[in-house]
Protein backbone atom coordinates (compact mmCIF):
# COMPACT_ATOMS: atom_id res chain seq x y z
CA UNK A 1 0.00 0.00 0.00
CA UNK A 2 2.72 2.17 0.75
CA UNK A 3 4.39 2.15 -2.42
CA UNK A 4 1.35 2.35 -4.51
CA UNK A 5 0.19 5.34 -2.23
CA UNK A 6 3.71 6.67 -3.37
CA UNK A 7 3.46 6.73 -6.69
CA UNK A 8 -0.11 7.92 -6.89
CA UNK A 9 0.93 10.90 -5.20
CA UNK A 10 3.91 11.31 -7.47
CA UNK A 11 1.78 10.75 -10.28
CA UNK A 12 -0.52 13.46 -9.14
CA UNK A 13 2.95 16.23 -8.82
CA UNK A 14 3.78 14.85 -12.04
CA UNK A 15 0.18 15.72 -13.65
CA UNK A 16 0.05 19.13 -11.98
CA UNK A 17 3.66 20.00 -13.12
CA UNK A 18 2.36 19.54 -16.95
CA UNK A 19 -1.07 21.63 -16.00
CA UNK A 20 1.05 24.29 -14.26
CA UNK A 21 3.59 24.10 -17.70
CA UNK A 22 0.77 23.70 -19.68
CA UNK A 23 -1.12 26.84 -18.77
CA UNK A 24 2.25 29.23 -18.20
CA UNK A 25 2.86 28.21 -21.48
CA UNK A 26 -0.49 29.26 -22.68
CA UNK A 27 -0.39 32.84 -20.20
CA UNK A 28 3.08 33.37 -22.40
CA UNK A 29 1.29 33.31 -26.30
CA UNK A 30 -1.27 35.29 -24.82
CA UNK A 31 0.41 38.12 -23.38
CA UNK A 32 3.15 37.82 -26.45
CA UNK A 33 0.81 39.68 -28.93
CA UNK A 34 -1.09 41.85 -26.35
CA UNK A 35 -0.06 45.55 -26.07
CA UNK A 36 1.96 47.28 -24.63
CA UNK A 37 5.43 45.87 -25.70
CA UNK A 38 8.39 46.13 -23.71
CA UNK A 39 10.69 46.69 -25.98
CA UNK A 40 13.37 48.59 -24.49
CA UNK A 41 13.35 45.57 -22.22
CA UNK A 42 13.72 43.02 -24.42
CA UNK A 43 16.91 44.62 -25.84
CA UNK A 44 17.78 45.17 -22.26
CA UNK A 45 17.52 41.30 -21.56
CA UNK A 46 18.77 39.95 -24.80
CA UNK A 47 21.80 42.11 -24.11
CA UNK A 48 21.97 40.22 -21.01
CA UNK A 49 21.52 36.60 -22.13
CA UNK A 50 23.61 37.12 -25.19
CA UNK A 51 26.56 39.62 -25.00
CA UNK A 52 27.29 38.30 -20.50
CA UNK A 53 26.92 34.33 -21.76
CA UNK A 54 29.94 35.16 -24.96
CA UNK A 55 32.76 34.38 -22.85
CA UNK A 56 30.86 31.15 -21.60
CA UNK A 57 30.67 30.02 -24.73
CA UNK A 58 33.40 30.57 -26.72
CA UNK A 59 35.36 29.06 -23.80
CA UNK A 60 33.16 26.10 -24.02
CA UNK A 61 33.36 25.85 -27.75
CA UNK A 62 37.19 26.36 -28.10
CA UNK A 63 37.38 23.09 -25.67
CA UNK A 64 35.01 21.58 -27.54
CA UNK A 65 36.84 21.65 -30.73
CA UNK A 66 40.25 21.22 -29.06
CA UNK A 67 39.88 18.01 -27.26
CA UNK A 68 37.41 16.22 -29.78
CA UNK A 69 40.22 16.48 -31.95
CA UNK A 70 42.71 15.80 -29.88
CA UNK A 71 41.25 12.50 -29.00
CA UNK A 72 40.10 12.00 -32.89
CA UNK A 73 43.48 12.12 -34.23
CA UNK A 74 44.93 8.98 -33.06
CA UNK A 75 42.46 6.81 -33.85
CA UNK A 76 42.29 8.03 -38.05
CA UNK A 77 46.18 8.04 -38.02
CA UNK A 78 45.99 4.67 -37.23
CA UNK A 79 43.88 4.08 -40.88
CA UNK A 80 45.71 6.83 -42.39
CA UNK A 81 42.44 8.93 -42.40
CA UNK A 82 43.67 12.22 -41.06
CA UNK A 83 42.37 13.97 -44.37
CA UNK A 84 39.17 13.45 -43.17
CA UNK A 85 39.75 15.01 -40.15
CA UNK A 86 38.17 18.93 -41.11
CA UNK A 87 34.62 17.13 -42.31
CA UNK A 88 33.95 14.76 -39.50
CA UNK A 89 34.55 17.29 -36.92
CA UNK A 90 32.51 19.92 -38.84
CA UNK A 91 30.35 17.62 -39.66
CA UNK A 92 30.26 16.34 -36.16
CA UNK A 93 29.99 19.68 -34.06
CA UNK A 94 27.71 21.06 -36.46
CA UNK A 95 24.63 18.99 -36.44
CA UNK A 96 24.81 17.51 -32.78
CA UNK A 97 28.29 18.44 -30.40
CA UNK A 98 27.55 21.89 -30.53
CA UNK A 99 23.93 22.24 -30.11
CA UNK A 100 23.54 19.87 -27.09
CA UNK A 101 26.49 20.95 -25.11
CA UNK A 102 25.96 25.15 -25.70
CA UNK A 103 22.28 24.94 -25.23
CA UNK A 104 22.68 23.00 -22.17
CA UNK A 105 25.82 25.54 -20.73
CA UNK A 106 23.22 28.56 -21.43
CA UNK A 107 20.34 26.45 -19.78
CA UNK A 108 22.20 26.79 -16.81
CA UNK A 109 23.92 29.95 -16.94
CA UNK A 110 20.58 31.85 -17.87
CA UNK A 111 17.85 29.71 -16.42
CA UNK A 112 20.04 30.39 -12.93
CA UNK A 113 20.23 33.69 -13.39
CA UNK A 114 16.79 34.32 -14.43
CA UNK A 115 15.34 32.52 -11.34
CA UNK A 116 17.94 34.14 -8.69
CA UNK A 117 17.16 37.64 -10.11
CA UNK A 118 13.07 37.10 -10.23
CA UNK A 119 13.55 35.01 -6.65
CA UNK A 120 15.00 38.53 -5.42
CA UNK A 121 12.56 40.54 -6.51
CA UNK A 122 9.83 38.46 -4.90
CA UNK A 123 11.68 38.39 -1.82
CA UNK A 124 12.29 42.46 -1.95
CA UNK A 125 8.36 42.82 -3.18
CA UNK A 126 9.28 44.31 -6.35
CA UNK A 127 6.71 42.31 -8.11
CA UNK A 128 4.09 43.74 -5.84
CA UNK A 129 5.20 47.30 -6.33
CA UNK A 130 4.89 46.47 -10.09
CA UNK A 131 1.18 45.43 -9.95
CA UNK A 132 0.06 48.57 -7.57
CA UNK A 133 1.97 50.80 -10.31
CA UNK A 134 0.13 48.97 -12.87
CA UNK A 135 2.49 47.33 -14.91
CA UNK A 136 1.96 43.64 -15.98
CA UNK A 137 4.83 41.42 -14.10
CA UNK A 138 4.47 38.51 -16.40
CA UNK A 139 4.64 40.80 -19.49
CA UNK A 140 7.38 42.72 -18.37
CA UNK A 141 9.58 40.04 -16.15
CA UNK A 142 8.60 36.67 -18.27
CA UNK A 143 7.80 37.36 -21.60
CA UNK A 144 10.76 39.70 -22.37
CA UNK A 145 13.08 37.10 -21.06
CA UNK A 146 11.71 34.19 -22.86
CA UNK A 147 11.91 36.15 -26.51
CA UNK A 148 15.37 37.37 -25.59
CA UNK A 149 16.62 33.73 -24.95
CA UNK A 150 14.99 32.54 -27.61
CA UNK A 151 16.41 35.11 -29.90
CA UNK A 152 20.11 34.71 -28.53
CA UNK A 153 20.58 31.08 -28.36
CA UNK A 154 20.76 30.35 -31.89
CA UNK A 155 22.77 33.19 -32.31
CA UNK A 156 24.92 32.15 -29.46
CA UNK A 157 24.75 28.33 -31.14
CA UNK A 158 26.21 29.60 -34.72
CA UNK A 159 29.23 31.57 -32.54
CA UNK A 160 30.11 28.05 -30.32
CA UNK A 161 30.40 26.42 -33.43
CA UNK A 162 32.91 28.69 -35.34
CA UNK A 163 35.07 28.69 -32.07
CA UNK A 164 34.50 25.26 -31.67
CA UNK A 165 36.22 24.78 -35.44
CA UNK A 166 38.86 27.25 -34.60
CA UNK A 167 39.82 25.15 -31.62
CA UNK A 168 40.09 22.18 -34.07
CA UNK A 169 41.86 24.21 -36.95
CA UNK A 170 44.20 25.22 -33.52
CA UNK A 171 44.66 21.57 -33.06
CA UNK A 172 45.32 20.47 -36.97
CA UNK A 173 47.86 23.21 -37.72
CA UNK A 174 49.91 22.28 -34.65
CA UNK A 175 49.70 18.27 -34.81
CA UNK A 176 49.23 17.71 -38.86
CA UNK A 177 50.94 20.64 -39.77
CA UNK A 178 47.36 22.22 -42.25
CA UNK A 179 47.08 25.38 -42.96
CA UNK A 180 44.21 27.47 -41.92
CA UNK A 181 42.79 28.32 -45.29
CA UNK A 182 42.85 24.17 -46.24
CA UNK A 183 41.31 22.88 -43.32
CA UNK A 184 38.50 25.80 -43.41
CA UNK A 185 38.14 25.14 -47.42
CA UNK A 186 37.68 21.27 -46.17
CA UNK A 187 35.31 22.37 -43.33
CA UNK A 188 32.82 24.29 -45.84
CA UNK A 189 32.93 21.59 -48.36
CA UNK A 190 31.53 19.24 -45.98
CA UNK A 191 28.71 21.40 -44.35
CA UNK A 192 25.60 22.48 -46.15
CA UNK A 193 23.42 25.25 -44.66
CA UNK A 194 21.03 21.90 -44.36
CA UNK A 195 23.30 20.97 -41.29
CA UNK A 196 23.66 24.39 -39.70
CA UNK A 197 19.53 25.28 -39.88
CA UNK A 198 18.20 22.53 -38.10
CA UNK A 199 20.48 22.07 -35.80
CA UNK A 200 20.24 25.46 -34.68
CA UNK A 201 16.38 25.37 -34.31
CA UNK A 202 16.60 22.14 -32.62
CA UNK A 203 19.15 23.58 -30.27
CA UNK A 204 16.06 25.63 -28.16
CA UNK A 205 14.20 22.56 -27.73
CA UNK A 206 17.06 21.22 -26.10
CA UNK A 207 17.27 24.00 -23.60
CA UNK A 208 13.23 23.48 -23.15
CA UNK A 209 14.06 19.59 -22.02
CA UNK A 210 16.63 20.35 -20.02
CA UNK A 211 13.98 23.34 -17.72
CA UNK A 212 11.15 20.99 -17.86
CA UNK A 213 13.81 18.05 -16.27
CA UNK A 214 14.63 20.68 -13.68
CA UNK A 215 11.12 21.70 -13.71
CA UNK A 216 9.91 17.64 -12.75
Not at 5 to 26: H, P
Not at 34 to 46: I, N, S
Not at 68 to 97: C, D, K, N, Y
Amino acid sequence: MGREKTFVDNLKVFFAEVGDISYFTARFFRELFKPPFEFKELLHQCFNMGNRSLLLVGVTGFILGLVFTLQSRPTLMEFGAESWMPSMVSIAIVREIGPVIIALICAGRIGSGIGAELGSMRVTEQIDAMEVSGTNPFKFLVVTRIVATTLMLPLLIIIGDAIALLGSALVENLKGEVSYLLYFNEVFNAITYGDIIPATIKSFFFRICNRLDRLL
